[in-house]
């Protein structure tokens, strides 16, 4: 029911815009947030958004750079990246629960659904 894309090769100093769209029940209000997974490591939280206010959350290894945004009319999320660093190399997945909050919308337990994943890679 999420189906993230956009991911891709780009050289450090670059951007991409991942996408995800969503269907079914995900729609209108829910939060949605990005997490990744580098390799080796634990995902960790990206952003989040939630749905009554488009409140924005950021982990502050992106803050500044990253940007996310939702269309509700599209069921769609986005995660715009800009001054890419190869430490940003990861899976970026993008999940949705109905009960995102302040204080839980970091947490990946919290969320009940999942895309399958993109790939990003960044080159130095």
């Known amino acids: 029911q999420l189906q993230a894309s956009g991911g891709g090769l780009v050289q450090a100093g670059g951007s991409l815009r991942l996408s995800c769209a969503a269907s079914?029940?995900?729609?209108?209000?829910?939060?949605m947030a990005w997490f990744r997974q580098a390799p080796g490591k634990e995902r960790v939280f990206v952003a989040a958004?939630?749905?009554?206010?488009?409140?924005?959350y950021y982990a502050s290894s992106v803050k500044g750079r990253f940007s996310i945004s939702r269309d509700n009319a599209e069921n769609t999320v986005y995660l715009q990246m800009n001054s890419l660093k190869p430490e940003d190399t990861a899976v970026y997945y993008c999940?949705?629960?109905?009960?995102?909050?302040?204080?839980?919308?970091?947490?990946?337990?919290?969320?009940?659904?999942w895309g399958q994943g993109t790939l990003v890679t960044v080159s130095s």
């Open positions: 999940a949705a629960d109905s009960l995102i909050h302040s204080r839980n919308y970091y947490e990946s337990r919290v969320y009940a659904y």
């Open positions: 958004i939630t749905w009554s206010d488009s409140t924005t």
């Open positions: 079914g029940r995900i729609v209108g209000r829910y939060g």
